[in-house]
């Protein structure tokens, strides 16, 4: 059983950065794709940003797409994204995700395991 531990949410004025972690533990970290999607109050969960296994593919939304890069290091069974020139609109629980395919993807039903969620909060 994989399990997901986000860290690095918070409270963070528009404009400004954050750098999420998703640290993974109980399986093999290095054959899994990683994703992030994020669900604000009273909306879906969307798609964020997404890696392949090694890292030569990624895939961003369109709304984050510029304003974040997503990262891994195998060694250390970490995923991050950072988040940049943050909006009031990034406002979401960002969760991590995990797909035994290897693979990237856009689609949430893709994923096997998910973490538990980190709060981020933009102030205007």
């Known amino acids: 059983q994989v399990q997901l531990v986000e860290s690095g949410g918070g409270l963070v004025q528009a404009g400004g950065s954050l750098r999420l972690s998703c640290a993974a533990s109980g399986g093999t970290f290095s054959n899994y794709g990683m994703g992030w999607f994020r669900q604000a109050p009273g909306k879906e969960r969307e798609f964020v940003a997404a890696i392949s296994w090694r890292g030569g593919v990624t895939y961003y939304a369109d709304s984050v797409k510029g304003r974040s890069t997503i990262s891994r290091d195998n060694a250390k069974l970490t995923v991050y994204l950072q988040l940049n020139s943050l909006k009031p609109e990034d406002t979401a629980v960002y969760y991590c995700?995990?797909?035994?395919?290897?693979?990237?993807?856009?689609?949430?039903?893709?994923?096997?395991?998910w973490g538990q969620g980190t709060q981020v909060t933009v102030s205007s």
């Open positions: 995700a995990a797909t035994t395919r290897g693979t990237a993807s856009m689609r949430s039903n893709y994923y096997d395991y």
